[in-house]
């Protein structure tokens, strides 16, 4: 197996409004992640056509209020990822605790100190952290006051809070990243863009223009970072769903390319690239409209021109298969991104289909594509837990996961991909982003939280930890 570099950053992930709690603590704004309630059915509620945002306790929890308690017991939850052997640390910075309603002219100042206290702590025990600037909790006030980010007014308001937050920290984080999963406002536009059903997430225009927004906000920040520190890597984001013809019938392989235009590559081509690539209109015009619909400007261009990113983080959780020539076959119904049901691979608990080599294959399109380095900031399995009376779980079914996909990545370096770490999502428990529930589990450690909101919130090692901690210190040759 070839040998991880050296500088390899291993670690974890998790975000802001996942596991923090303290929603409204030491002036915190709204985001819209308080705005979700829990279960499975949460995108149905939101997008329903009268949902105002309008928080309803009586009627629904909001998990994403109390998290795992992170924001009261980080300490507690570094020095574990600490024990583990962490390189790295993923996180996000809720845009609500350093501006509460997004649109301030000066920050708030006790959600900056939070933040000074959380990366002395990483760097107290040699963890470098990784900062996402907004994952999926931009301020509410932003989509009740402006519209979400079909509103260019966003792009100075992100501009602002990037200044603040890169001026603040950059000294001491070297690694950035923009926008969360940018690109999957084209399936759910909820999370990233603030777009629901009412507010015009049922126009792609809007999306379109959303996310154009978005790059030049992210370009305005890449910007700033390198004035800031020159060494500094700041990247973008992609959720990467490798993407198959469910068979060789031309017809479908053309589709298959179509989709991975539209999904896999349109938001990477802009961001890394700094232009708009040749098959936009092509794009747009399956949608019904026009670039030039979009409010774009020559400034606009130049900025993204000039500003392009240092690397590529993406997360990968699954594959799709696209089929359009046969209507009766069953569709993937778990995954995020469509597609159709492929007869090759298992799926997890939540329907998501597991497929290690398909990472392979997304490490060496993305590295081929844009010669830049590559981050797998995001993989890993949600799947029940059951704790023994010790409150032990033996999740050997984690670590097949985990160990197929690391194999995968070394795979991938051996095909010449340079790739900068890994961090597996939901280190620790935390709550489902796509489904507002404590039961979809993912990390290393075992958070004693149910869906309902009941539990100690203690801390217990699962089996994967120590397993996870021997592939770190082996520097991936323990698998």
Same mark, same amino acid.
């Given at each position: 197996?070839?040998?991880?570099?050296?500088?390899?950053?291993?670690?974890?992930?998790?975000?802001?409004?996942?596991?923090?709690?303290?929603?409204?603590?030491?002036?915190?704004?709204?985001?819209?992640?308080?705005?979700?309630?829990?279960?499975?059915?949460?995108?149905?509620?939101?997008?329903?056509?009268?949902?105002?945002?309008?928080?309803?306790?009586?009627?629904?929890?909001?998990?994403?209020?109390?998290?795992?308690?992170?924001?009261?017991?980080?300490?507690?939850? =570094?020095?574990?990822?600490?024990?583990?052997? #962490?390189?790295?640390?993923?996180?996000?910075?809720?845009?609500?605790?350093?501006?509460?309603?997004?649109?301030?002219?000066?920050?708030?100042?006790?959600?900056?100190?939070?933040?000074?206290?959380?990366?002395?702590?990483?760097?107290?025990?040699?963890?470098?952290?990784?900062? /996402?600037?907004?994952?999926?909790?931009?301020?509410?006030?932003?989509?009740?006051?402006?519209?979400?980010?079909?509103?260019?007014?966003?792009?100075? #308001?992100?501009?602002?809070?990037?200044?603040?937050?890169?001026?603040?920290?950059?000294?001491?984080?070297?690694? +950035?990243?923009?926008?969360?999963? =940018?690109?999957?406002?084209?399936?759910?536009?909820? %999370?990233?863009?603030?777009?629901?059903?009412?507010?015009?997430?049922?126009?792609?225009?809007?999306?379109?223009?959303?996310?154009?927004?978005?790059?030049?906000?992210?370009?305005?920040?890449?910007?700033?970072?390198?004035?800031?520190?020159?060494?500094? %890597?700041?990247?973008?984001?992609?959720?990467?769903?490798?993407?198959?013809?469910?068979?060789? @019938?031309?017809? $479908?392989?053309?589709?298959?390319?179509?989709? @991975?235009?539209? #999904? @896999?590559?349109?938001?990477?081509?802009?961001?890394?690239?700094?232009?708009?690539?040749?098959?936009?209109?092509?794009?747009? $015009?399956?949608?019904?409209?026009?670039?030039?619909?979009?409010?774009?400007?020559?400034?606009?261009?130049?900025?993204?021109?000039?500003?392009?990113?240092?690397?590529?983080?993406?997360?990968?959780? %699954?594959? /799709?298969?696209?089929?359009?020539?046969?209507?009766?076959?069953? /569709?993937?119904?778990?995954?995020?991104?469509?597609?159709?049901?492929?007869?090759?691979?298992?799926?997890?608990?939540?329907? +998501?289909? =597991?497929?290690?080599?398909?990472?392979?294959?997304?490490?060496?399109?993305?590295?081929?594509?844009?010669?830049?380095?590559? #981050?797998?900031?995001?993989?890993?399995?949600?799947?029940?837990?059951?704790?023994?009376?010790?409150?032990?779980?033996?999740?050997?079914?984690?670590?097949?996961?985990?160990?197929?996909?690391?194999?995968?990545?070394?795979?991938?370096?051996?095909?010449?991909?340079?790739?900068?770490?890994?961090?597996?999502?939901?280190?620790?428990?935390?709550?489902?982003?796509?489904?507002?529930?404590?039961?979809?589990?993912?990390?290393?450690?075992?958070?004693?939280?149910?869906?309902?909101?009941?539990?100690?919130?203690?801390?217990?090692?699962?089996?994967?930890?120590? +397993?996870?901690?021997?592939?770190? /210190?082996?520097?991936?040759?323990?698998?």
């Amino acid at each position: 197996m070839t040998k991880f570099p050296k500088n390899f950053l291993w670690g974890g992930a998790t975000a802001a409004n996942q596991l923090e709690g303290g929603y409204a603590e030491d002036g915190k704004g709204l985001s819209i992640a308080d705005a979700l309630p829990g279960g499975p059915e949460r995108f149905e509620i939101v997008n329903q056509p009268d949902f105002d945002w309008t928080i309803d306790e009586q009627k629904y929890r909001y998990p994403n209020h109390e998290g795992i308690d992170h924001y009261h017991r980080y300490k507690e939850d =570094i020095k574990l990822f600490a024990e583990m052997g #962490f390189k790295c640390y993923r996180f996000s910075i809720a845009w609500s605790r350093v501006f509460p309603n997004g649109d301030e002219e000066q920050p708030n100042e006790a959600g900056l100190v939070f933040y000074d206290h959380l990366i002395d702590e990483c760097l107290k025990y040699g963890i470098q952290p990784v900062l /996402t600037i907004s994952h999926y909790e931009m301020p509410l006030n932003l989509v009740k006051e402006y519209g979400g980010w079909k509103n260019r007014k966003l792009i100075a #308001f992100y501009e602002r809070y990037a200044s603040v937050v890169l001026n603040r920290y950059a000294k001491k984080v070297k690694y +950035w990243m923009t926008f969360n999963e =940018i690109n999957s406002a084209l399936h759910f536009p909820v %999370m990233g863009q603030g777009l629901v059903k009412s507010n015009g997430a049922d126009k792609m225009q809007n999306i379109y223009q959303a996310w154009h927004n978005q790059f030049v906000a992210g370009a305005k920040a890449v910007k700033i970072a390198h004035q800031v520190r020159p060494d500094i %890597m700041i990247g973008c984001m992609l959720l990467y769903a490798t993407t198959y013809a469910y068979d060789s @019938n031309p017809v $479908n392989q053309l589709a298959a390319l179509k989709e @991975n235009q539209a #999904f @896999n590559q349109f938001c990477g081509d802009v961001q890394v690239r700094g232009t708009y690539p040749a098959y936009t209109e092509s794009v747009m $015009n399956r949608y019904g409209f026009s670039f030039k619909d979009l409010d774009v400007t020559d400034a606009d261009l130049q900025v993204l021109k000039e500003n392009p990113v240092d690397y590529i983080g993406f997360s990968y959780y %699954m594959s /799709t298969a696209i089929n359009i020539t046969d209507k009766k076959l069953e /569709t993937a119904n778990g995954n995020l991104v469509g597609g159709v049901k492929n007869p090759f691979l298992k799926a997890s608990d939540w329907g +998501w289909q =597991i497929d290690p080599t398909g990472l392979r294959i997304a490490l060496n399109e993305l590295y081929n594509r844009y010669q830049k380095p590559v #981050f797998v900031v995001e993989n890993g399995l949600g799947a029940v837990d059951k704790p023994d009376e010790n409150n032990f779980v033996q999740d050997d079914y984690r670590i097949d996961y985990l160990r197929k996909h690391i194999d995968a990545i070394s795979g991938a370096i051996d095909d010449g991909v340079q790739v900068m770490g890994y961090t597996p999502w939901g280190c620790i428990d935390l709550v489902s982003a796509s489904t507002g529930q404590m039961s979809k589990r993912y990390g290393f450690i075992y958070v004693d939280l149910d869906d309902e909101g009941n539990g100690t919130l203690n801390r217990y090692k699962k089996a994967s930890f120590d +397993w996870y901690k021997e592939v770190i /210190t082996s520097n991936g040759e323990q698998l």
